[in-house]
């Protein structure tokens, strides 16, 4: 019904910027809050930032600073800027979305998770 399709991750040198996109699809009839997580190997999946629909957002601490969340509503799309990157951020980034959509006789509120896209920094 709803699918979240990321884009963006590669590989860095420590310092460099990536901007991460997710971009939401299906019979969507509204999204309210949107967010990244991350996952490193061997750790487990954490909170990196949220925005809600109406554009108040909240950062992990380590990410303060150096990451911009932000989303256009038009577009369906969430943005992670990543600038200042350091070899800790390594790891597997994914898009989450509370989004209520249409199944064709009502409608229905649900999570999703993007497939994961993969940031590297590395030297």
């Known amino acids: 019904q709803v699918q979240l399709v990321e884009s963006g991750g590669g590989l860095v040198q420590p310092g460099g910027s990536l901007r991460l996109s997710c971009a939401a699809f299906?019979?969507?009839?509204?999204?309210?809050?949107m967010a990244w997580y991350r996952q490193a190997s061997g750790k487990q999946r954490e909170v990196v930032a949220q925005i809600t629909s109406g554009s108040s957002t909240n950062y992990a601490d380590s990410v303060k600073g150096r990451f911009t969340i932000s989303r256009d509503n038009a577009k369906r799309t969430v943005y992670l800027q990543m600038n200042s990157l350091k070899p800790e951020d390594t790891a597997l980034y994914y898009c989450?979305?509370?989004?209520?959509?249409?199944?064709?006789?009502?409608?229905?509120?649900?999570?999703?998770w993007g497939q994961g896209t993969q940031v590297t920094v590395s030297s």
């Open positions: 989450n979305a509370d989004v209520t959509y249409y199944t064709g006789s009502y409608n229905v509120r649900d999570d999703y």
């Open positions: 299906g019979s969507i009839v509204r999204i309210n809050t």
